[in-house]
T-cell receptor, first 114, second 113 residues
Framework: KAGVTQTPRYLIKTRGQQVTLSCSPI?????VSWYQQTPGQGLQFLFE???????NKGNFPGRFSGRQFSNSRSEMNVSTLELGDSALYLC?????????????FGEGSRLTVL | KQEVTQIPAALSVPEGENLVLNCSFT??????LQWFRQDPGKGLTSLLL?????REQTSGRLNASLDKSSGRSTLYIAASQPGDSATYLC????????????FGTGTRLKVLA
């Protein structure tokens, strides 16, 4: 059974650019949630999608957005990148959704903003 | 607002020791609590999920307990091995209806051979 796949694994951008990250959940899982991990702030929740609907959102500015497609694959987008957006971005999939089931994480996308 | 604290922040022990990692949270109105391990630069691996009706879960050398009323969870690792070296994170879910897990800052464990 394939796990959660995140692409790209590494990327380097410059300030002001935008970036799109992709997450393919485990087959059959309908929930995808996104997290930002930095040394200073730890692991912080960005948002969760379930059956193409955003169910909850963390305390991040509007530059962070996401969406989920009918096949449950999800993308997150960060516009107008800032140096502080450098982080490991993790996505997790769950069969029933966050708070009702076990989370399975991908390996992450490491973003460096110069 | 849920806040999660993990103690100790770091731990270094010789191989074979039994370990206790502690997690405390401020809002006891949770449904589930999950323990994860994270190797450097990697994603998180689920270790144990304790659901609201349960008080503990066991998997191999790992045992996790949950006391919702006191806002505490404990991860017990028996007969530690060098391969257990990683950061361990606990994550209670948010209060009812918030659909998210809140992560602690983790305990960084190093098991010496």
């Amino acid at each position: 059974k394939a796990g959660v796949t995140q692409t790209p694994r590494y990327l380097i951008k410059t300030r002001g650019q935008q970036v799109t990250l992709s997450c393919s959940p485990i087959s059959g899982h309908r929930s995808v949630s996104w997290y930002q991990q930095t040394p200073g702030q730890g692991l912080q929740f960005l948002f969760e999608y379930f059956s193409e609907t955003q169910r909850n959102k963390g305390n991040f500015p509007g530059r962070f957005s996401g969406r989920q497609f009918s096949n449950s694959r999800s993308e997150m987008n960060v516009s107008t990148l800032e140096l502080g957006d450098s982080a490991l971005y993790l996505c997790a999939s769950s069969l029933l959704g966050v708070s009702t089931g076990e989370l399975f994480f991908g390996e992450g996308s490491r973003l460096t903003v110069l | 607002k849920q806040e999660v604290t993990q103690i100790p922040a770091a731990l270094s022990v010789p191989e074979g020791e039994n370990l206790v990692l502690n997690c405390s949270f401020t809002d006891s109105a949770i449904y589930n609590l999950q323990w994860f391990r994270q190797d450097p630069g990697k994603g998180l691996t689920s270790l144990l999920l304790i659901q609201s009706s349960q008080r503990e879960q066991t998997s191999g050398r790992l045992n996790a307990s949950l006391d919702k009323s006191s806002g505490r969870s404990t991860l017990y690792i028996a007969a530690s091995q060098p391969g257990d070296s990683a950061t361990y994170l606990c994550a209670p879910d948010g209060t009812s209806g918030t659909y998210k897990y809140i992560f602690g800052t983790g305990t960084r464990l190093k098991v010496l051979a």
